[in-house]
């Protein structure tokens, strides 16, 4: 049924049309399989419904009743309205604020998101195509093997690695890295902030505490764009609570339906500046909102 709601769209208007003069209602009743195609492709009810408000009025105003091709038009509104939410403001797409060496960039979201990787390949990324120097650091005091899997990482990709002081907490590694990349000279510090299963008030306290403690240039949520509602429901409480700059959505290559990024674009107004597509330290690409818009609209 989702596969292809541009045919879906065209096929009843058009059909419509041919029957006699199209009212705003059969154009109403159109966009109720908009609603549910999005709601099948994961995005949140009350994202669907305003988004479906602001096609409707779209539509009303460019007449599309009138129209001798209503189906192919209202599939373009729809595509154009899908482009125009998920992109925002296009600028802030695959941009950092990075120009203050050293400049941090506090990197956030629940354990498994894929945070320690995407650190690596944004830490790769810079360091191979901007040609900056990178200093990435683990904060994950309570799970060591995080703290050597970024180590790891690191020497794969030529990037260095604070090294690994036992005992320290989550703030002291922070400032050290900070005291470390101004002394070495370097561009860029990243901090892969410890993760949990579930969004907890500890979990928050502590990146808080980092974040007043590095006032980070930028900082980026990682969230799963496989899970659908539940990263909205990340993206809100870690904006409410810690404040980002940016997300960067991990596991495109997968088959989700990339709903949960109008989602996020919608309810938080963040710019989604990273995708991250597979395992590998080059899978990671600026987001391209139209190519998210065309997988939802099949
Ligand atoms: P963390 O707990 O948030 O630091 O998550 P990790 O960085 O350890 O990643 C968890 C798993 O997800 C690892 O097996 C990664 O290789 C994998 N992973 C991360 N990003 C992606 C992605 O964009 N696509 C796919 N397919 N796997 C990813």
Known sequence: MFENLSDRLSGVLDKLTKQGALSEADVATALREVRVALLEADVSLPVARDFVKA???????????????????????????????????AADIGAL?????????????LQGSGKTTTTAKLAKRLSERDKKRVLMASLDTRRPAAMEQLAVLGTQIGVDTLPIVPGQDAVAIAKRA??????????????????????DDELMGEVAAVRDATKPHETLLVVDGLTGQDAVNVAEQFDGQVGISGVVLTRMDGDGRGGAALSMRAVTGKPIKFVGLGEKMDALEEFHPERVAGRILG
């Open 97 to 109: 604020k990075i120009d203050s060496p050293p400049a941090s960039i506090l990197m956030v979201g």
């Open 178 to 199: 900070k005291q470390q990349a101004t002394l070495g000279g370097y561009d860029v510090v990243m901090l892969d902030t410890a993760g949990r299963l579930h969004v």
């Open 55 to 89: 096609v409707q009025t779209k539509a009303e105003g460019q007449a599309v009743t009138k129209s001798v091709t209503p189906g192919q038009q209202v599939v373009k509104i729809v595509h154009d309205e899908l482009v125009h939410v998920l992109a925002g403001d």
